[in-house]
């Protein structure tokens, strides 16, 4: 597949068209997909093919129904070598060994049991409580029944494809709309540049919106939109517009760079935005230049606080702490709280494809944690919800917040209720692992709502009970956080 690479001499200013696609004979032409059942030596993953109640075994030479050979034509099988050497091969689909469907249809909208899900919850408390250091914090950690009645839609109805095998009801979807960035960040993109996606391998914004009302109907209420850098792509407010008007989502968020923000922020929050995160790693601006590889601080400092005066309250920021780079100027951001209301956000620092992850980079909570403290003794934990990703603090006089998102030393995997969809058209059910099921695929050569459901729901179910440790996770191959979106 003819790939495109991005060198650290591109231009700063990105400003993208809709990307364009053709029918599903433009993705697939050219390459062999196969509807054969796969052999023991294939990783022993000979499992059939099933949809629904039926089950049917794909051989080279069958012609089968209608539903299946749509589904079927998305499902590589390469060389098993070629696989064993090559495990981010993005245009595979990692799940193309898994079963397609449920043999319940139980993939269809159904009333919401929400004491089974507790009740399952309730028993593995255990099971993650070795990751947190408090029995507040342990039982903060997994999903509750006030939690899960939370998330519901209001008419309290939810699709089972939302939920995991471990009773994780998922109502969050990240949508990366792009892979181009006008910053080249050293933890998200390596110092050679990326491969892109070719354009017409990029999600429309027809194709988005198709996927994300799917994902809103089952009983997603959150949508973030991400990069790359969302804001270089020029339909980005249509974006933002149609999906605002998704009937049961209750939130419409951005994480941006705040490069190319500030002219485009009135215009986005009209359109629908109601919450930002804005990241930046530093208050200097040489060490901004040094870490993002182009200048832009003061630009990014504009968007903050233009988005504090078009009154987006908390202004999340978000800052990758870095031993021996900013972990000197924790409590310098931490003053930001002071007088406005900014969410400063510190993020331990984690290994993804191509950023040079080293263990002795890395700056633990604990030690975050006790620098804020000695400087600010007024500080506060907060009451967190059970699917927070961060640790919530408050500090006496200050009208911002102080939090700590600990994906590394105290992971958070039992209150996960996070999915992706990835800028190329694949879902990721975990930010650290590398399984991916392509849902363009499908969406192009014409499957429907409710097989698209069947193959959503199947990678759910797969998603694991807690990523690996922070180590085993830098051995882990991965894409570089630019293609994922965070």
């Known amino acids: 597949m003819p790939t495109q690479s991005v060198q650290l001499e591109d231009i700063d200013k990105l400003e993208l068209d809709p990307d364009k696609s053709d029918s599903c004979n433009s993705h697939v032409q050219g390459k062999n997909y196969q509807t054969r059942q796969l052999t023991t030596e294939e990783d022993n993953l000979s499992r059939p ?14 012609r089968q129904p209608k539903l299946n050979s749509r589904i079927a034509a998305t499902i590589e099988t390469p060389n098993y070598e070629t696989l064993k050497s090559s495990t981010m091969r993005r245009h595979l689909s990692k799940f193309f060994h ?3 469907g449920f043999n319940l249809s139980n993939s269809l909208p159904l009333k919401c049991d929400v004491s089974s899900f507790c009740a399952a919850n309730s028993i593995r408390q255990g099971l993650f409580g070795g990751h947190l250091n408090e029995c507040a914090t342990r039982a903060l950690a997994t999903t509750s029944c006030a939690s899960v ?41 390596p110092a050679e540049g990326v491969e892109l ?30 990069g790359g850098e969302p804001t270089v792509r020029k339909d980005i407010e249509d974006i933002c517009l149609e999906l605002s008007n998704l009937k049961g989502l209750r939130t419409l968020s951005m994480t941006t760079n705040g490069i190319a923000l500030t002219r485009k922020l009135p215009r986005l929050k009209d359109c629908g935005l109601t919450s930002l995160n804005i990241s930046v790693d530093t208050l200097v601006p040489a060490k ?122 105290e992971h958070f995997c ?27 695929d499908p969406l192009r050569c014409g499957a429907e709502d409710h097989e698209l459901r069947e193959i959503i729901g199947a990678a759910v179910k797969k998603k694991k009970a807690s990523h690996a440790g922070m180590f085993d996770i830098a051995k882990t191959a991965n894409r570089p956080m630019i293609h994922i979106g965070g």
């Open 49 to 62: 093919i099933r949809i629904g109640h039926n089950q049917h075994t794909h051989t080279g030479n069958t």
């Open 98 to 100: 898994y079963p397609i």
């Open 149 to 189: 009645s939370e998330d519901l839609p209001k008419d309290n109805s939810v699709s089972d494809m939302l939920v995991d095998s471990f009773g994780r009801l998922h109502t969050y979807l990240r949508i990366s709309v792009t892979e181009r960035c006008n910053l080249r960040c050293q933890y998200c993109m």
């Open 197 to 226: 996606t070719p354009s017409p391998q990029i999600l429309t914004k027809t194709e988005i919106l198709r996927l994300a009302n799917l994902f809103v109907s089952s009983g997603v209420t959150k949508i973030r939109l991400t």
């Open 288 to 409: 901004f230049e040094f870490m993002t590889r182009r200048r832009g601080h003061e630009k990014v400092m504009n968007s903050i606080n233009a988005a504090i005066d078009l009154g987006f309250n908390p202004v999340k920021v978000n800052c990758v702490v870095m031993r021996g780079f900013n972990d000197d100027e924790i409590c310098d951001f931490v003053e930001l709280t002071r007088d406005k209301p900014i969410d400063i956000r510190f993020i331990e620092f984690m290994p993804f494809d191509g950023n040079v992850w080293n263990v002795k980079k890395l700056v633990p909570y604990s030690e975050m944690l006790d620098t804020v403290m000695k400087q600010f003794p007024s500080l506060k934990r907060d009451q967190d919800h059970p699917t927070d990703t961060a640790k919530n603090f408050t500090i006496d006089g200050h009208e911002g917040r102080v939090s700590f998102i600990t994906s590394m030393t």
């Open 414 to 440: 039992a209150g996960c209720n996070r999915l992706r969809l990835l800028a190329d058209g694949n879902f990721k059910v975990c930010l650290f692992g590398p399984s991916e099921v392509s849902l363009r």
